[in-house]
């Protein structure tokens, strides 16, 4: 398992042709698995079953197709992006139990800073409630996503992966609907009041990795 880990902005066109490289690699035995964190410059991405209508501004940022599952996203300075590099050949040709495990990682590593985050039935990406928020339309307790996953498999083979906010500038998911989602906000760790920095967040994924993934 090789970790990888890039300092500044990565070009999304650069990360893609690497992962490109590194997954055809790997699925002909040519290459170790590898998790890569890095930091993207101010971006949206389509999934593919993004809507043409949840992205709000695309005259903001760049607009990408990702060709992994979800809808919109984005990607900026001040968020982690984990693109993950796995051979499912090796691990389990389950998709459904890797995303669940994608999911544990990312609520563990939360975890690590007293953070619980939680999945929801039919809503992508990890959760955090915040009671101290207005109640939503329907009474219930508010909620802000602080994590995104998007996968995609070539012969058994992941990539893309993870995002978890650290301190983004969150005024720039408006100009999408995050996940195809209106009635829920987002939040970061920095927004939650933890003086989380990148590297801290880079320790407690590592260690949270290898507890889930072994």
């Known amino acids: 398992m090789e970790w990888k880990i890039s300092d500044g902005l990565t070009s999304y066109e650069d990360a893609l042709a690497f992962m490109e490289a590194r997954v055809d690699a790997i699925s002909r035995g040519e290459a170790d698995e590898c998790i890569w964190l ?36 984005y990607h900026g300075p001040g968020q982690r992006v984990a693109y993950v590099m796995l051979d499912l050949n090796k691990r389990g040709k389950d998709v459904r139990q890797f995303v669940h495990t994608l999911e544990a990682w990312v609520i563990d590593t939360l975890d690590s800073f007293n953070v619980k985050g939680e999945i929801r039935e039919g809503r992508v990406g990890v959760w955090v409630t915040r009671p101290e928020k207005p109640l939503s339309i329907t009474g219930e307790v508010a909620e802000d996503k602080i994590a995104a996953i998007g996968i995609r498999l070539r012969k058994w083979v992941s990539f893309h992966g993870i995002s978890i906010n650290v301190e983004p500038d969150l005024e720039h998911f408006t100009g999408i609907v995050p996940c195809g989602i209106t009635e829920h906000g987002v939040t970061s760790l920095v927004d939650l009041g933890l003086p989380v920095t990148m590297e801290d967040l880079d320790v407690a994924l590592k260690a949270a990795f290898e507890r889930n993934f072994g």
């Open 38 to 73: 890095l930091e993207h410059p101010p971006l949206y991405t389509a999934g593919t079953s993004a809507q043409p209508e949840d992205l709000v501004d695309p005259e903001r940022f760049p607009v990408y197709e990702a060709k992994r599952g979800g809808q919109y996203t």
